[in-house]
T-cell receptor
């Protein structure tokens, strides 16, 4: 069972470079999320999607973009990387939104450093 | 708006003893769910236990149980018979009728042999 797969696991970028963090899930989940985790700060939501073709901003969307062309894939794009974007990025998916006992399933994370 | 507060940045427990990790929440929703996740040093997030706001009994999953006190808006995680492998960050989260869960800042648990 692959679950949620994130690539790459580690990446170092130079200031001003761009990159795409890949996320794919094989559980046919409609709901997908991108979080960043900074030390001691828990998880902050960047973007989320409730289905193919539908995305919306979370708490900290500035400097990021997403797309959701298929149910399986939810890539996160960083344009003009800045040191403040150094973080660990998690992709998650869930079967249902709203009230439900269904938890989120997380990928293993991408550790990104901007130098 | 929803808010989750985990007031213990770090906790220590002796192996084989029980430990309680605190979680308080604030919400205007009448119906909601509370989740606990474990994040080992390897980084992945692992779902542990769920409690619905209208569940009459406290949730249990193996050595994990949830001490749910609705009137006090608390959902504390109890780990019985701690093991060295329980050393990790623990996150409390809640979700209401909307799409977006809210996470606490986490509690670091260290289990001593």
């Amino acid at each position: 069972n692959a679950g949620v797969t994130q690539t790459p696991k580690f990446r170092i970028l130079k200031i001003g470079q761009s990159m795409t963090l890949q996320c794919t899930q094989d559980m046919n989940h409609n709901y997908m999320y991108w979080y960043r985790q900074d030390p001691g700060m828990g998880l902050k939501l960047i973007y989320y999607s409730v289905g193919a073709g539908i995305t919306d901003k979370g708490e900290v969307p500035n400097g990021y973009n997403v797309s959701r062309s298929t149910t399986e894939d939810f890539p996160l794009r960083l344009e003009l990387a800045a040191p403040s974007q150094t973080s660990v990025y998690f992709c998650a998916s869930s079967l249902t939104g709203g009230l439900s006992n269904q938890p989120q399933h997380f990928g293993d994370g991408t550790r990104l450093s901007i130098l | 708006a929803q808010k989750i507060t985990q007031t213990q940045p770090g906790m220590f427990v002796q192996e084989k003893e029980a430990v309680t990790l605190d979680c308080t929440y604030d919400t205007s929703d009448q119906s909601y769910g509370l989740f606990w996740y474990k994040q080992p040093s390897s980084g992945e997030m692992i779902f542990l236990i769920y409690q619905g706001s209208y569940d009459e009994q406290n949730a249990t999953e193996g050595r994990y149980s949830l001490n749910f006190q609705k009137a006090r808006k608390s959902a504390n995680l109890v780990i019985s018979a701690s093991q060295l492998g329980d050393s990790a960050m623990y996150f409390c989260a809640m979700k209401g009728p909307g799409y977006i869960p809210t996470f606490g800042r986490g509690t670091s648990l260290i289990v001593h042999p």
